[in-house]
T-cell receptor
Framework: EAGVAQSPRYKIIEKRQSVAFWCNPISGHATLYWYQQILGQGPKLLIQFQNNGVVDDSQLPKDRFSAERLKGVDSTLKIQPAKLEDSAVYLC??????????FGPGTRLTVL | AQSVTQPDIHITVSEGASLELRCNYSYGATPYLFWYVQSPGQGLQLLLKYFSGDTLVQGIKGFEAEFKRSQSSFNLRKPSVHWSDAAEYFCAVGAGDNDMRFGAGTRLTVKP
């Protein structure tokens, strides 16, 4: 079974630039999550999708972050414009139901 | 909302010694509890999980954890640590709606 795929693996941008991350969940998993993991901390949930609908985006900084999952499969997370404090690893996870979340390898973002 | 505390930021053990990583949670109902491991540059890998039933849970790589409701704890144990176990370990608590909160992590160093 293929795991959660994410791209790119690494991204370096300057502050105020825009960036987008892509995630392809495990086939058949209805729930998809985006997490932000700042160095030295545990992952923090940014947004949770159930199919193509948003379940929870209470911790998403909506003035600069956006995410979509238009067809209920893969998803993109965008930051526009980026700030220095957005430097982190962005993890995508998927889950078939109320069960274990399977994580992708993450995208490491560095904002200069 | 649920929360997780991992009291130990960093633990060092000798190879072959036993290991216990502490995790305390806060949640009003019976939680879903997880332990994940993250090696440098990698995503999170599930070690074990507890939903209900037997409070002693066996996981992969020789790890086990015990759910103690009276102490609100879910400590991770391994009888004999291997050098390859050096990594960051995250405890997480989930609610029925899949809302998962992670602890800040415990970094494990293994001495030869």
């Amino acid at each position: 079974e293929a795991g959660v795929a994410q791209s790119p693996r690494y991204k370096i941008i300057e502050k105020r630039q825009s960036v987008a991350f892509w995630c392809n969940p495990i086939s058949g998993h209805a729930t998809l999550y985006w997490y932000q993991q700042i160095l030295g901390q545990g992952p923090k949930l940014l947004i949770q999708f159930q199919n193509n609908g948003v379940v929870d985006d209470s911790q998403l900084p909506k003035d600069r972050f956006s995410a979509e999952r238009l067809k209920g499969v893969d998803s993109t997370l965008k930051i526009q414009p980026a700030k220095l404090e957005d430097s982190a690893v962005y993890l995508c996870a998927s889950s078939p139901s109320v069960d274990t979340q399977y994580f992708g390898p993450g995208t490491r973002l560095t904002v200069l | 909302a649920q929360s997780v505390t991992q009291p130990d930021i960093h633990i060092t053990v000798s190879e072959g010694a036993s290991l216990e990583l502490r995790c305390n949670y806060s949640y009003g109902a019976t939680p879903y509890l997880f332990w994940y491991v993250q090696s440098p540059g990698q995503g999170l890998q599930l070690l074990l999980k507890y939903f209900s039933g037997d409070t002693l849970v066996q996981g992969i790589k020789g790890f086990e954890a015990e759910f103690k409701r009276s102490q609100s704890s879910f400590n991770l144990r391994k009888p004999s640590v291997h050098w390859s176990d050096a990594a960051e370990y995250f405890c997480a608590v989930g609610a029925g709606d899949n809302d998962m909160r992670f602890g800040a992590g415990t970094r494990l160093t293994v001495k030869p």
